[in-house]
């Protein structure tokens, strides 16, 4: 399909990978030489033969996506998209390799517009995410047809990512799924940071691959036209491929290749100088033979017909199909798209408080006003979802690709990562499905997606001790504090069905991060009573009843399933005679994104504040200040009925009366 | 080895447990049958023919373990507990199933004192904490012999176990060290929660399970012989073994046998009555019949000579390695230990404040002086260890037994896991070492040792932006305080050496639940000059420097390495005239003990305090008050050098004054 750059000039494409990454990390005084080094000829064939991309526009949607899960090898991409062309990328730029405010950092950092597809680098991420990508190609595919949408994913890969958990699961869900454009270069080099990698394994990795389904080719990593015709293979073969590419480790530094060392122990001049000699390569650091480099631009114009003809079929697309596609491709939601979502508020407040419903139910009844939305996919660990039921959405799957609902298996932390790299790809809104009490399986999922600004809705159910008998395995008490810790993770938790639909519309809103929106299990009877045309959530709190008869006195703070408590206490409050609000305070993150003056105001100066959340009180203590007491949970839950529960764990309307009558 | 149950017998005893289940759960009104209906058979084949127990002793040390990881199937447990005459579980509390305060909980909650080894129903955990106790168990065996530690690990699994990151992770290591006393029997009934397995798995795990290592038979798991044969055969394989057990979900149980709907859907007395009728038993709900009974009993007392033998081998050994097996069962530390702790806090003050040592490099000489402790372990997840170097302790692997290092590979999961696994089986002192950045990927086995309430260390290194050009991924800001928000887990953050060398003290002591150990890889300059008698940490702040000059207006709140930094400012602050104390930190979860007088002495009651730590301000306010300053991350780091990362976000001497002095 490209025109294959002749093979006496690949061995000088490959070194000059070497070379920058050996000259960046002498200059730097750190990083892991030994993926670049190890991975030179397997990178060059990949680029130079197979990978369709266009560095003058980074971002088009039909490129091949490349990520590089071994991320500490992140002097690997950044010569690649040097020598390929990436504007942000110039010789300047390499050689601030790990200074601060370079664009070459430590690991790889999420931007597609300079050409790096996501971050990398704690282990077994990237080859999930690269899943995920995959998933996204190959729904949108079904959608939009082979002229629009049809372009392989390729990962390097380490031992290390195979070796975690999370990349095991994706082995198994994506051989499940027979995802023929998922295709990975293993950098089988027997090496890990620990020493060789038979300290800790002993399996045959290619013979794990074959038992997922997946197609595997062995071949020596460092013979360039091997590599490529195993590509080759592979792109034509249905089943996802490992290409198990046989590697030295740090390969050219005689001191170090084929040890522990070739990881990331230290370069010196030294070394550099050796390898010059034992690679012939007679140039100064950093400086490229003219035609070296020229052989690189060329790799990196490859697929500029290809380009042209994908532009000029998107062009030929009837235009509500094209403007569709492009609709998805930049997030954007169709015009007016929560008006079912104010509907719902509506007539959640027509049908009146009487006995509410479960918060999951509520979610998923919200979620099944958007199964219109082509570009909404859910995934989901095993568990009837709160998000869309099953019923308006059909299975993802081997045969079918049109399903946006992929059963994930107990596997949540590859739910999570495929989620991750759904939305970095682009086209595609996740959700990522389960119990609350499970997010720490998915949690290292959920900081890259915060740490990448990923749009991805991970939702939970099951959210406190309203769980009840499955004991306290199953309920959350710390969990909604360790995901509010998370940096630019917006964290919902609404209080009843007019809240719920609120959150959602803020949720799906939201693109510069992601958000995780927590259901109860149990029934949220209706708090917001009173139809208001604005979304009260979105200033992430606000007063939902007010004080009456005098200065507000006490201010109780809640949310989700125990604001309906703190409605009941501030009844018998107000019946004494003690002028109480409550402020219900569905998101933190925007709550503290308000002015001093409005948080004040809600919050309720020199009154007397009462938390109550079913969960612990950490975090809690900047709302309720000196004088502020908590209703909630002190640790772990217990296994019994829900209402049994909130009874003996004292989280009840006449607790919350009785601390704040001790506190006036 | 033990006396077979005659055949005839097996049947009934096997439909003993399977209507003590339906009956309990009926009662219940909710639970999940699908396992104590489809593994009763294979239980009655392990629990009458081959596990070695005592239930008039449930800990002796030298018992057989028996893991249910798919802890929802908790009937099953309770049921053998019942019928082979555990104290505990008497009828009646059978009958309390699933209600508050009974002993049979929704999912088994850790106590060994009545036969429960381990909490489960998280998947995965529960084979990762048998592969832990089968560590354990072959570390011990070599290290007291074969008369006194010798025993087997059996672990019954479902498809949501196998599925899960950390239960692959255990297969791969478990097949690496050989553990041949390993032995699952897995619940092949192809149905989860979801549905079908197929929907989201087509891989041959028997074959997963080869690949790894493994010993793999498989066998009808409705015939009891069969089931018995099978144990034979793999207890006598130096292989970990997998029993692939071919049973039909919920069996007996005609409308939902074989079903999705057999998981967990709702059973009612028609579906008990049917099932009598069905499987000939025609005894009333909770009645045994007397037989039945006194075979489950007899049952229960097969191990009794062994039980005899064991302990007059335990008498017969010398003195002082039975009191060193003793010692160890106990988890009590021999006296003095802490001896050569007390001698190295006063040898750092004496080499003075200088230049400080890494944070990883202080805890890495405090654990060295322990390398005498011959019950600790440490697992390790590709990490050179911040607890003692490898020079100080060997390998344990398939060859060798005595080592108390676990290469853990990539795979912190299930090092975790092990980690509670070892503390739940008893005799050792587990450690899990890995980066902090990481932390999260261990998590959940971390949540299972805090509600278990088991005295693992986990051990975490490069614990800020101190990690310098790494960046952001490898950069910690949220996770001290998503650790701090876990009930019953004590984290700790020392400041120099003198406090490392307390906090490790504290550390071992401390057995009633997990620590958290948290070292910078930068250098911590020694902050404490004077040598005191007592453990200052031990309270878990305390003034290291009190105001001079005056009353005190200022007090700055540190931890770690930022108390080196709130030392310098405190200097500046009192050259200025402000009276101004530095209050170290190390330890939440013990000041959040103290009584309030003491706490507030400390924080400085009606001073300006300013808390510093390069970390979220998440969880801070509690300590600060009102008028309280925070110096520290407000969102992820970034790539650079160390030093340059703490001037660009602020974290330095001149902050922290400038923060002190707006509040005054």
Known sequence: MSALVPMRETRPLANAIRFLAIDAIVRAGEGHQGVPLGMAEIATALFTQHLKFNPADPQWPDRDRFVLSNGHGSMLLYALLHLTGYAQFGIEQIKTFREMGSHCEGHPEFDTAAGIEVTTGPLGQGIANAFGMAVAEAYLNAKFGDGIVNHHTYAFVGDGCLQEGVGQEMISLAGHLQLGKLILCWDDNRITDDGSTSLSISEDVSERFRVAGWHVIEVDGHDIEAVAAALAVARLDPRPSLLACRTVIARGIAR?????????????????????NELGWPHAPFDLPRDVLDSWRDAGRRSQAEYRDWHERLAALPADARAEFERIQTGRLPDGWQRGLDDYRKRAIERGEGEGEAGIVISAEINDLLAYLPERMVGCADLEAPTSHKRSLHAFNAEDRSGAYVHCGVREHVMGAMANGMAAHGGVIPLAVTYLAFADYERPAMRMAALMGLPVKFVFSHDSIGVGRNGPTHQPVEILASLRAMPNMRVFRPADAVEAAECWVLAYEHRSGPCTMVFARQTLPLVRTRHEPDNLCARGGYVLAEAEGGNRLVTLLATGSEVALAVKARERLQQ????????????????????????LAVLGANTVRIGVEAATRFGWDGYLGERGGFVG????????????????????????????????
């Not at 949970?633 to 019994?640: E, I, L, V």
């Not at 607790?655 to 009558?661: E, G, L, Q, Y």
């Open 256 to 276: 170090l290749q084929g040890q522990r060392g070739g990881h990331s122990g230290k370069l010196f001049e030294a070394d550099a100088d050796a390898a010059r």
């Open 576 to 599: 004494n005679g003690i002028p109480t609000a409550v402020v219900s305070l569905p998101c933190w993150d925007l709550f503290d994104e308000q002015d001093d003056a409005y948080r």
């Open 633 to 664: 949970m002190t640790g772990f839950g217990a296994s019994g009925p829900a209402q049994a529960l909130y009874e003996h764990f004292g989280i009840t309307p006449a607790h919350i009366v009785a601390a704040a009558k001790r506190r006036l």
